[in-house]
């Protein structure tokens, strides 16, 4: 009897700590909602632009982007070599456009690639449909020194290409994935192991060895889904990458809205030494509600003291109805109203390697 007394009481002792605890944690939960959300999360997890009241062209831009893909063929451009002695040379540091967003820049000996993209197309189904790329990689995964960083924008399927990231995931099997909030899932799907994966929100950082990140805001959107539910469901932005005292600014994909987002960035980075800038998708002029023209891009080298801009987001994919030709030459006219020099703001050709930091 006395024994059974004894467990009541340990029981009823145990109860008393478990409702404690539950309180402790409900308490700590309805802290937590109590919490105002930052303004670009929305209630139900999606996120949205809060720089403009502008709403992003939604689905007139997808249905449109499945009409000029024809043109494909139209959109081959040569690829180059040479100064392949810079990949080999630790000391040296390099950025090498391999075609669309997707840059490989070597830091010295520190390998980051930008929003890579090898595929034959911007699709979840490669044989069947989706933009096609024109000309082929200007450099082969394989061909790349090392990579020891990977960088994601926002999840369209032209910036986060599911058998790109896994060959990257095989070659390089410790490589780091720098990804907006909500896409980590996406990569462990894919095999990538969840501590290889840091998953940051505006304006949160994160040093991966040799480099500083911090994942900045852009005005964009994303969707990666037939269901109108994964539209906005994941974070888009951009990356400044801090290496030493050198300053870098991927940009991404973005639009301008009102500006408000970029001129927090130079605030807080000006004077950046090399940006990497979309010049595409941008005609006809509804365009640029998620894209921004040659000449915007312009503007966003002056706004962040761009010592070294290089252009992307080109001359890859037909997506929309800009002719192949416009974008460098929109850029070579902006250059010379804004009073920039050539050489400040440049669109590499596919496969060259640009010295940085000259
Ligand atoms: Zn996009």
């Known amino acids: ?71 494909t ?25 391999i075609g669309h967003a997707t840059y490989y820049i070597k830091l010295k000996d520190f390998g980051i690639l930008a929003d890579p993209i090898f595929s034959d197309r911007a699709s979840p189904v490669q044989f069947l449909f989706g933009p096609k790329r024109g000309t082929p990689p200007g450099r082969d995964l394989d061909s790349l020194p ?9 999840d369209h399927y032209d910036h986060l290409d599911r058998g790109s990231i896994k ?7 410790h490589c780091i994935y720098a990804v907006p909030l909500k896409i980590a899932e996406i990569l462990e ?3 990538i ?23 900045v805001p852009a005005h964009h959107t994303s969707r990666r889904g ?11 932005g951009g990356w400044i990458i801090e290496f030493g005292e050198k300053k870098l600014w991927f940009a991404g994909d973005i639009a301008m809205g009102d500006g408000s987002y970029y001129k927090a960035i130079a605030q807080k980075f000006a004077p950046i030494d090399v940006s990497f800038l979309p010049i595409g998708s941008y005609k006809p002029s509804r365009y640029t509600r998620v894209h921004v023209s040659p000449r915007q891009a312009a503007q966003l080298h002056l706004l962040v003291n761009s010592r070294q801009s290089l252009a992307m987001h080109w001359g890859t994919f037909s997506m929309v109805y800009d002719r192949l030709e416009d974008p460098p030459k929109d850029l070579a006219r902006a250059r010379k109203e804004l009073g920039i020099p050539d050489s400040s703001f440049r669109a590499p050709q596919f496969g060259e390697i640009v010295p940085l930091f000259p």
């Open 73 to 97: 063929k139209m959109y081959r451009l040569p690829i180059v070599r040479g100064n392949e002695n810079l990949w080999e040379d630790s000391s040296a540091s390099t950025a090498t456009w």
């Open 1 to 71: 009897m006395k024994s059974l007394r004894l467990i009541s009481g340990l029981l009823a002792a145990l109860c008393v700590i478990a409702s404690a605890v539950s309180c402790s944690r409900n308490s700590s939960e309805e802290l937590l909602a109590q919490k105002p959300l930052p303004l670009h999360h929305l209630p139900d997890g999606h996120f949205r632009n809060t720089d403009t009241s502008v709403a992003p062209i939604r689905d007139t831009m997808e249905a449109d982007s499945l009409v000029p893909t024809y043109r």
């Open 226 to 236: 037939a269901f109108a539910s994964s539209r906005n469901s994941t974070l888009w």
């Open 189 to 191: 799907n894919w095999g």
């Open 146 to 154: 090392r990579v020891d960083l990977v960088l994601i924008s926002h």
């Open 193 to 215: 192991p969840k501590s290889q994966i840091l998953e940051l929100d505006w304006w949160e950082e994160a040093t991966v060895q040799k480099v500083h990140l911090t994942f």
């Open 167 to 173: 060959d990257i995931h095989k070659k390089w099997p």
